[in-house]
């Protein structure tokens, strides 16, 4: 049931006339609008049939969604894990320059094989096409494949909390 909710959902953005890149764009935007970004709202193991039954999440969520769209679909998608560039540079162009969700932490999005083209990458959360402000750091089948950390700490503490921020510029 889950396949056929997310083939359904994705077909809406397919037509015979439209071209794959034209017809992933219209899709990550409609994503972008049909959910709602609420941190806190899912967590790292959150299956993507709650996340698009109750239409909010995160960046993985969104592009644990479009990538079993595509999936659903019969074509071949990735899931990137990376960062983003934190603030606009000074002079950007008013589209390049915009701060974008995911900033400051780190961010996903999905990788699409186009044939002729080979692989696109496009981030649903902001409803884009990867640009030069984008640092890719792992690439796998879903976010178990590419966390960040892994591991155990053992302690004598109660509590624990770790926070993780990053500034990514460009190097002049």
Request: with cysteine; net charge neutral; charged share 20%.
């Amino acid at each position: 049931a889950r396949i056929d909710a997310l083939g359904d959902y994705a077909r809406q953005s397919f037509s015979p006339k439209r071209d794959l890149l034209s017809t992933l764009s219209e899709l990550s935007t409609r994503i972008h609008d049909d959910f709602a970004y609420k941190p806190g709202s899912t967590s790292v193991s959150t299956p993507v049939e709650v996340a698009f039954q109750q239409r909010s999440g995160v960046c993985q969520d969104f592009a644990h969604v479009a990538i079993g769209c595509l999936r659903a679909l019969g074509l071949a998608a990735r899931y990137v894990s990376g960062y983003l560039e934190s603030a606009p540079r000074p002079g950007a162009a008013v589209n390049l320059g915009a701060r974008v969700v995911g900033a400051d932490v780190s961010h996903a999005w999905l990788s699409v094989f186009v044939p002729g083209s080979g692989w696109v990458d496009i981030d649903p959360t902001n409803a884009q096409f990867v640009n030069h402000r984008y640092v890719t750091t792992a690439w796998g089948r879903d976010y178990s494949d590419v966390r960040p950390l892994n591991g155990i700490i053992y302690t004598e503490g109660l509590t624990n909390r770790l926070t993780v921020s990053v500034d990514v510029r460009p190097m002049e």
